[in-house]
Nanobody, 116 residues
């Protein structure tokens, strides 16, 4: 079971930027696709961005062109660079396996709040 620890969230004004990080336990990190997911109040959790073990990326339409996912296999870390943030990006952000999240690996997440 992979353990995941997210960090980097915070409060930012609309138009601002944040960089999220997620550190994964285990030696198989480089073999897994990794994704960032988010859950806003009253809404279902959704996939924001994913990156395969080979480095191919996939983005939700709502964040394409503003967010960038990347990974550093030497550090067992996946990143999400978020630019041009909007109030509707406000949510708790989680990382997990991509494309199919593993239910036993959800961490605490990191809160992102974008003020207008």
């Amino acid at each position: 079971q992979v353990q995941l620890v997210e960090s980097g969230g915070g409060l930012v004004q609309a138009g601002g930027s944040l960089r999220l990080s997620c550190v994964a336990s285990g030696s198989r990190f480089s073999l897994n696709g990794m994704g960032w997911y988010r859950q806003a109040p009253g809404k279902q959790r959704e996939l924001v961005a994913g990156i395969t073990s080979g480095g191919s990326t996939n983005y939700a339409v709502s964040v394409k062109g503003r967010f960038t996912i990347s990974r550093d296999n030497a550090k067992n870390t996946v990143y999400l660079q978020m630019n041009s943030l909007k109030p509707e990006d406000t949510a708790v952000y989680y990382c997990n396996i991509f494309p199919r999240a593993f239910s036993g690996s959800w961490g605490q997440g990191t809160q992102v709040t974008v003020s207008s």
